[in-house]
């Protein structure tokens, strides 16, 4: 029964990251984009995470632990040089 | 499947099936909302409770199908958890500046100030008194 429901959240998720890709291409603005890639962040440590227990071995989540932190360092750097022109001043 | 129906795996699957769900359809609100005001409800609401369902289902599994204890997953999700509004805001705050200098016509325009003799605090400079005003400090070096 797990391997139905990893499949369809494999597919689901999958379907997510696509149409984020599409309002990254397409966003109107900076800050869609900057929303776009936020979450296909956050959509990959959900595949990350589901890749895990398809494993049945817990090293994954380090992997998903350290996506977390460096997409948040990002989107923060991102929308920092949008709103000052500079990440560190 | 031959091994039946068993409660742990039938709630872990429940978990699963719920978050990867939410995450499509915060996505899907991501494509389909009309600006980016609106736009911002859906990454983060699937954020929150997506990845965490999938995250509680992932501890669900290893804890009552494989018998293993696991904490990283909570780890991730109370990181979020703390990070996702900080992440929105910052991507608000862009949003206002970019209206203001007319760069992202929105549908709906820029919004109306919060008050008669007030305006958003991002567009403001900092009060004196207040920890991020430098204006009593000198100027420091800049090195670049």
């Known amino acids: 029964m797990i391997a139905y429901a990893l499949a369809f959240g494999f597919t689901a998720l999958g379907l997510a990251l696509a149409l984020n890709l599409w309002r990254l291409l397409k966003g109107p603005g900076v800050g869609d984009r900057i929303l776009a890639l936020d979450t296909m962040v956050i959509n990959a440590i959900g595949m990350i995470v589901l890749a895990g227990i398809a494993s049945r071995e817990g090293t994954a989540f380090e992997a998903a632990m350290l996506l977390a932190l460096v997409g948040f360092v990002g989107t923060v750097a991102y929308a920092k040089f949008m709103l000052r022109g500079d990440i560190i001043e | ?144």
Not at chain 2, 66 to 78: N, Q, R, Y
Request: net charge neutral; glycine share 12%; hydrophobic share 45%.
């Open chain 2, 1 to 144: 499947m031959t091994a039946g129906f068993s409660f742990p795996e039938l709630l872990a699957s429940a978990l699963i099936v719920l978050g990867s769900g939410l995450a499509l359809i915060g996505s899907w609100g991501l494509v389909r909302l009309p600006s980016l005001m609106e736009r911002l409800h859906g990454p983060t609401k699937a954020s929150t409770l997506g990845l965490g369902a999938m995250l509680v289902g992932s501890v669900a599994f290893f804890q009552l199908v494989e018998g293993k204890w696991t904490t990283h997953e909570m780890l991730v999700s109370v990181f979020l958890f703390v990070t996702a509004p900080i992440a929105a805001n910052m991507i608000a705050k862009v949003h206002l500046h970019q209206l203001r200098f007319g760069k992202e016509p929105g549908p709906a325009g820029p919004p109306a100030a919060p008050g008669p003799d007030s305006q958003w605090a991002t567009y403001e400079a900092p009060r004196p008194g207040t920890p991020g005003c430098f204006a009593d400090e000198p100027a420091p070096d800049r090195r670049d």
